[in-house]
């Protein structure tokens, strides 16, 4: 098998190729086909990102809505349905027709919603049929370049030094950013203020514009920025050393063991999808997902391909959601 990298100009291409099948979102879709016919697809499958064009998830999307698209011989488009920490999107396909022809970029948030949230509008479980895992990404604690701080213990100096005066921002109301920092602050003594945003990419603008004193975004939305010297990360929030950062620390190291998070997405579909079509696209994703191409395109920015089987992957929900109202309890969070 000949040798394939992970330029910037590869993942370019796949972009603007999805980009493209996204256009396709407006066009009226005949029907040509019942959706339990074993022919399915006939026609373009629209996949529901609940978070903002930009964002680690969104891009990760395009790329798998790519090779899909040549796997399965029909465009998947992506559809941005940003809000509410992700529920807007996952509300809108738990009520879509379960034909096969809607999917959901799923993932922890929506398990974390669950408890989060008093009525978020969906069940993680009765609403979804959920297909496979297909990737992890480390959390990232960052602040800006101009700060003056440099490690996790200049940072808790600073809070400590002038309580609730530092805000944080986070990629909305439940999500790991949020919840991390807030066992974070918990582990450390530290009275920190909660400023949401719409997602990961907003979350890294107000730390690059100092709206903010820091963050805690998935590592593959703000390593470019490291990369570039405008973020310094702190921390890494999971159980090991990310290899695209091997000097940064994790939590556990520099004396925080019980924070350990990561963010992990997947594919779900309506709850009455027919059995025939989800074992079809679980066997297309899967072979997409084992292409070193796309491979190396999902990780270049030092996100984790993870394949999980349906059952694991509604497993990694239960847990969440257990560590969710487990983490609520220890910070006092109550649900809105």
């Given at each position: 098998m000949p040798h394939i990298t992970s330029s910037g100009q590869d993942r370019r291409q796949f972009l603007r190729a999805a980009g493209a099948a996204s256009l396709a979102?407006?066009?009226?879709?005949?029907?040509?086909?019942?959706?339990?016919?074993?022919?399915?697809?006939?026609?373009?499958?629209?996949?529901?990102?609940?978070?903002?064009?930009?964002t680690s998830p969104d891009t990760a999307a395009r790329i798998v809505a790519e090779a899909l698209s040549a796997q399965l011989g029909q465009p998947v488009v992506i559809d941005n349905r940003a809000g509410a920490g992700g529920n807007i999107?996952?509300?809108?396909?738990?009520?879509?027709?379960?034909?096969?022809?809607?999917?959901l970029y799923s993932g922890s948030p929506m398990a974390a919603a669950m408890r989060m949230y008093k009525s978020p509008g969906y069940d993680v479980f009765k609403d979804f049929r959920h297909v496979l895992g297909m990737s992890r990404s480390d959390i990232l604690v960052v602040v800006h370049a101009d700060s003056g701080m440099r490690t996790l213990d200049?940072?808790?100096?600073?809070?400590?030094?002038?309580?609730?005066?530092?805000?944080?921002?986070?990629?909305?109301?439940?999500?790991?950013?949020?919840?991390?920092?807030?066992?974070?602050?918990?582990s450390?003594?530290?009275?920190?203020?909660?400023?949401?945003?719409?997602?990961?990419?907003?979350?890294?603008?107000?730390?690059?514009g100092q709206?903010?004193?820091?963050?805690?975004?998935?590592?593959?939305?703000?390593?470019?920025?490291?990369?570039?010297?405008?973020?310094?990360?702190?921390?890494?929030?999971?159980?090991?050393?990310?290899?695209?950062?091997?000097?940064?620390?994790?939590?556990?190291?520099?004396?925080?063991?019980?924070?350990?998070?990561t963010s992990w997405g997947g594919v779900s579909v309506p709850a009455a999808t027919p059995e025939a079509i989800v074992q079809r696209l679980r066997t297309a994703l899967e072979e997409v997902l084992r292409q070193p191409k796309v491979i190396a395109l999902l990780e270049q920015e030092g996100g984790k391909v993870a394949i999980t089987s349906a059952e694991a992957y509604a497993k990694g929900f239960e847990r969440e959601i257990q560590f969710t109202q487990s983490m609520m309890q220890r910070v006092g969070i109550q649900p809105i």
């Open positions: 979102a407006g066009l009226p879709w005949a029907a040509t086909a019942s959706a339990h016919d074993s022919v399915w697809p006939t026609r373009p499958i629209k996949w529901v990102v609940p978070y903002l064009a930009g999107g996952a509300r809108q396909v738990a009520k879509a027709p379960a034909d096969g022809y809607t999917l200049d940072l808790a100096a600073r809070a400590k030094a002038r309580p609730g005066a530092l805000d944080y921002a986070s990629g909305g109301v439940g999500t790991p950013s949020h919840l991390g920092v807030e066992m974070l602050a918990s450390m003594g530290l009275q920190v203020n909660h400023v949401p945003y719409k997602g990961a990419s907003e979350l890294v603008n107000a730390v690059l709206q903010v004193a820091f963050g805690a975004p998935l590592f593959s939305v703000a390593y470019s920025q490291v990369l570039a010297g405008r973020l310094v990360p702190l921390a890494i929030a999971g159980p090991q050393r990310n290899a695209k950062l091997p000097q940064v620390q994790t939590l556990a190291e520099l004396g925080v063991p019980d924070v350990n998070l």
